[in-house]
């Protein structure tokens, strides 16, 4: 039963937005979400089978293995082969 409660749980983060925290140039900061991008917790399948084969990979490296994937508009760091950070390119608004 608590499984099946956490399964369920973690299937509505599947579509949860991605928000960046972006610094102004007067210091402040403000929050920009963005849904187009891949989100913690998905795998390289998914990232691949969703937006392709990136544009780079750079080599995996340390220890747990760190991979990141270079696509046009955002770049994807993978722990092993989850998904723990997407970094979005440019400053388009």
Not at 31 to 40: A, F
Not at 47 to 69: F, L, M
Not at 76 to 88: A, G, L, P, Y
Request: no cysteine.
């Amino acid at each position: 039963m608590l499984a099946a409660l956490l399964l369920a749980g973690g299937a509505g983060l599947a579509g949860t937005a991605q928000a960046d925290i972006l610094r102004l140039e007067d210091g402040s900061f403000t929050i920009k979400e963005r849904e187009s991008v891949p989100t913690r917790g998905q795998t390289k399948e998914t990232v691949r089978g969703r937006y392709g084969e990136p544009a780079t990979r750079h080599p995996t490296v340390g220890e747990p293995p760190i991979t990141r994937w270079d696509y046009d508009s955002f770049s994807v760091v993978f722990e092993d082969r989850w998904v723990i950070h997407t970094i979005v390119h440019g400053n388009d608004d």
